[in-house]
């Protein structure tokens, strides 16, 4: 019997494990440690998040500005990731992106 393993999945657990590792070892008096420490409590308490995140990016939430296909590329090239959006529905690309 194989055993076969989606990556997104794999990510998905990895992203987990790096989490609860970050949670245990995190210095708590460091600033950056309490924005990031804040983010994966979010995270944790809404599993929709990643998808509020995504509509907000991409402008799916009316609150924030649309981005074309080229922008959004241009808004994970600008943070530092070779991310190229692939001309699928937005929101769920940039939410499998944030997993």
């Known amino acids: 019997m194989s055993i076969n393993l989606i990556s997104g999945d794999f990510s998905q657990a990895k992203a987990i494990l790096r989490d609860a ?4 070892s995190a210095d708590r008096n460091k600033k950056e440690n309490i924005g990031l420490l804040k983010l994966i409590k979010a995270r944790e308490e809404n599993i929709d998040f990643e998808i509020e ?9 009316p609150k924030y500005p649309y981005r074309s296909s080229y922008y959004l ?5 600008d943070l530092g990731f ?8 937005m929101r769920f690309w940039v939410r499998d992106v944030l997993l």
Do not use: L, P, W
């Not at 590792?21 to 245990?24: E, G, L, P, R, T």
């Not at 995140?53 to 939430?61: L, P, S, V």
């Open 53 to 61: 995140q995504a509509e907000r990016i991409c402008g799916d939430n």
């Open 82 to 89: 070779n991310y190229t959006h692939d001309g699928s529905t």
């Open 21 to 24: 590792h970050f949670k245990v």
């Open 73 to 77: 590329t241009k808004f994970f090239q």
